[in-house]
């Protein structure tokens, strides 16, 4: 960039008409903000998103929706849908600040929060973004745990013909996964692991596939569709865990969705011309419909399966004991694709953290200074600094650490679908459009964003309600970093 400025000074001082000329290899490379040229296009930003949602949150649906019935189950979700494709289109808006071709970039959620709402707005927002996003990392820890579990499960079982119960603990399982994502952290940036995203989306359609095939075949197998239209019937569960519950489905449905999040981090890799917004509302389009209707496949199927009996996590709750070895291949699946996920949501705590801390203590060699280290077999040698590594690892083993201490799929899934839904889905891109299209206070338009963000908090409220007050009956019965599957 320091030569191009250079070049455009020198040109200045002469009437020179094509200057357009020097510029032009710069051009070519680099962004209207002097980044490198974004690459993006709508299919890449659709499997960034699919990879993002279509993540864990798909094996709890089937539990969820036998929560809640054959009539409020699906319509939650797709009311779920509709509000996240609304809100997502809004935060599209918000990428550039002021003018939608030419304003200037956000490139992350929080960039925009601050640029358009301010500082105090910008603070809080920070604050549940990030804790947000540890308890992602937290969440896949625990699924990924339970999945490697499963695996060893299921063979234990096929061999000793299922009469061995095969209780085992899963911390040597999250200690496992911890490592593999302390291996993995060091790789710098969001962008250059395109193929994670690839792998990952893979990953997440093979054990939904499978999780949806083993529900149809059981339905055939069955020869009715189970479940009722009200859902699990009083009798199974009291009238005050029925609520609980209905409660939690609400927070495990809002997480299956949640991840407006990281939707700018995505349109910062598209490239423009057309306007990055275009691409991006035609990207959570395609990526929406099609992670709903799976999303209701898989749920439906999994409860028309098992009826009231619909288990908390899909292939790991021992709904199915065969074909064992494809359940195996679903869970291998599940933690092949979560060891990818788990670095997508961690990754804008890392560079935050980073970022904070160069700002903070420039000149500190220690915490600032870049060493290089030559990798065989690599054509660029690997940089990193002293911080990079301490904080990245150190992050990992702390989730992992929570993680053995309350190992509950559903309930810690519910506590943040509840907790990032209302916030970072609703009200912040709600609030960053009415400020970015100067809507008028109390016009109509105002009035119904209004109406629609209380809504979300209302459900937001008392889904985490439900999911904590499972946390507590939970940990009546459990004893840390003991338990026994």
Not at 274 to 295: H, Q, R
Not at 440 to 461: D, F, G, N, P, Y
Request: one cysteine or more.
């Amino acid at each position: 960039m320091g030569e191009t400025a250079a070049a455009n000074n020198h040109y200045h001082g002469h009437q020179v008409f094509d200057v357009a000329v020097p510029q032009q290899p710069a051009f070519k490379c680099f962004d209207d903000d002097g980044r490198l040229k974004r690459t993006g296009t709508v299919w890449t930003a659709s499997a960034h998103i699919i990879t993002a949602v279509i993540g864990s949150g798909v094996l709890s649906l089937a539990w969820a929706i036998a929560q809640l019935g054959w009539i409020a189950g699906p319509a939650v979700m797709l009311l779920f849908s509709f509000v996240t494709l609304f809100s997502s289109s809004l935060l599209t808006d918000c990428y550039r600040t002021g003018d939608a071709v030419s304003g200037k970039r956000n490139y992350t959620y929080m960039d925009a929060v601050r640029s358009i709402l301010g500082g105090f707005k910008f603070k809080i927002c920070g604050l549940i973004q990030y804790l947000n996003l540890f308890g992602v990392a937290i969440g896949y820890t625990i699924a990924a745990s339970i999945s490697m579990m499963a695996i060893k499960r299921s063979n234990c079982f096929h061999k000793s013909g299922g009469k061995d119960p095969c209780h085992m603990s899963s911390n040597l399982y999250m200690i496992i996964f911890g490592v593999t994502e302390i291996l993995l952290s060091q790789v710098p940036d969001f962008d250059q692991i395109w193929w994670i995203s690839i792998v990952a989306a893979v990953m997440s359609f093979t054990y939904s596939a499978i999780g949806l095939a083993l529900g149809i075949v059981q339905v055939a197998a069955n020869g009715v569709f189970k479940g009722s239209l009200t859902g699990i019937s009083i009798g199974t569960v009291t009238q005050t865990q029925k609520i609980w519950r209905t409660f939690q489905a609400l927070g495990d449905i809002a997480f299956a969705y949640s991840y407006s999040v990281v939707l700018i981090e995505i349109q910062d890799t598209v490239r423009s011309p057309p306007s990055e917004s275009k691409t991006m509302k035609k990207a959570t389009k395609l990526s929406i419909a099609v992670t709903t209707i799976f999303y209701m496949l898989c749920g439906s199927m999994g409860y028309a399966a098992f009826g009231d009996a619909a288990p908390g996590n899909l292939l790991t709750g021992f709904g199915f004991y065969n074909p064992f070895w494809l359940i195996d291949i679903a869970n291998a699946a599940i933690v092949i694709h979560l060891i990818g996920a788990y670095q997508v949501f961690s990754q804008p705590i890392f560079s935050f953290a980073e970022k904070s801390v160069s700002e903070r203590f420039p000149d500190n060699d220690l915490l600032t200074k870049e060493l290089e280290f030559k990798i065989p077999g690599f054509r660029s040698p690997y940089k990193t600094n002293v911080f990079r590594v301490v904080f990245r690892c150190s992050f990992v083993v702390l989730t992992t650490v929570i993680s053995m201490l309350m190992p509950f799929f559903n309930d810690v899934v519910g506590i943040l679908g509840a907790l990032g839904f209302w916030p970072l889905t609703v009200y912040f891109p709600i609030e960053m459009y009415i400020k970015q299209r100067k809507v008028e206070k109390w016009s109509t338009r105002w009035v119904c964003l209004q109406m629609l963000s209380v809504s979300c908090l209302v459900i937001s409220v008392v889904a985490g309600v439900g999911s904590i007050a499972g946390v507590m009956l939970d940990l009546k019965v459990y004893k840390p970093f003991q338990t026994t599957y």
